[in-house]
């Protein structure tokens, strides 16, 4: 079973929020859970939601040392063998079931756990590297 967890894109302040960060204020959280106008006084929607798919990515460092989390909306690059033609794109999860599905640059894909790809970004922090 996938573990649910988001995270947010603000869009008035430009600011990403982890799941954690979003817990830790209650008033952040029920803007996020949608009451949008509990932040604003205008109708306006502040955020851009990105569930976790459950995936890992397949770089190792020493700060994700388990890899990171793959969330909608993240830029992924192929780093599988035979992978090229996918090229660098946004990440879609097409369905919800045992087998991920990713979109980038038109192609699809299965993947089980995440490894072949590797994230690079997301499309509101990095948008200069969507589909290259």
């Known amino acids: 079973m996938n573990q649910i967890e988001f995270r947010a894109w603000d869009k008035q302040n430009k600011k990403m929020w982890s799941w954690a960060d979003l817990l830790k204020d209650l008033q952040v959280l029920r803007s996020f859970m949608g009451n949008e106008k509990y932040l604003t006084t205008e109708p306006f929607y502040l955020w851009e939601r990105m569930q976790y798919t459950g995936l890992i990515d397949g770089q190792r460092t020493e700060e994700f040392p388990e890899g ?65």
């Open 68 to 132: 990171k989390k793959i969330y909608q909306s993240d830029i992924c690059k192929p780093i599988g063998i035979g992978m090229n033609h996918f090229g660098t794109g946004e990440c879609k999860l097409l369905s919800t079931d045992n087998h991920h599905v990713w979109s980038p640059n038109g192609f699809s894909y299965n993947s089980t756990d995440g490894s072949d790809w590797l994230v690079i970004g997301n499309i509101y922090q990095n948008p200069e590297l969507e589909l290259k």
